[in-house]
């Protein structure tokens, strides 16, 4: 599986931005689909995450109630819709693909190359 992240840019605080990954290969609709970041000086953290079927999603804390995860799996693309931004949710966003649903980013196989957000205050 290919991944490749879109939509980051520059907002301010207080906007919206909707990132999309968008997967190689057919066998996307088997596998989790995950979104991670990493901030300069740190580590790469996890965000959402999303089952195959689309019957749980997860969030870190730090975004629950501004970030929404969905996927399309005839488009082969999964989705963060990202509301209420806030300077610390600066960082490159990376998603990733793995067999189970995980918040640890050693259980996902595939990674994409990242999009940078950045939010201005």
């Known amino acids: 599986v290919q991944l490749q992240a879109s939509g980051g840019g520059l907002v301010q605080a207080g906007g919206s931005l909707r990132l999309s990954c968008a997967a190689s290969?057919?066998?996307?609709?088997?596998?989790?689909m995950g979104w991670f970041r990493q901030a300069p000086g740190k580590e790469r953290e996890f965000v959402s995450a999303?089952?195959?079927?689309?019957?749980?999603?997860f969030y870190a804390d730090s975004v629950k109630g501004r970030f929404t995860i969905s996927r399309d799996n005839t488009k082969n693309t999964v989705y963060l819709q990202m509301n209420s931004l806030l300077p610390e949710d600066t960082a490159v966003y990376y998603c990733?693909?793995?067999?189970?649903?995980?918040?640890?980013?050693?259980?996902?196989?595939?990674w994409g190359q990242g999009t940078l957000v950045t939010v201005s205050s």
């Open positions: 990733a693909a793995g067999r189970l649903v995980a918040a640890t980013k050693n259980k996902y196989e595939y």
């Open positions: 290969g057919r066998t996307f609709s088997s596998y989790a």
């Open positions: 999303i089952t195959w079927s689309s019957n749980n999603m």
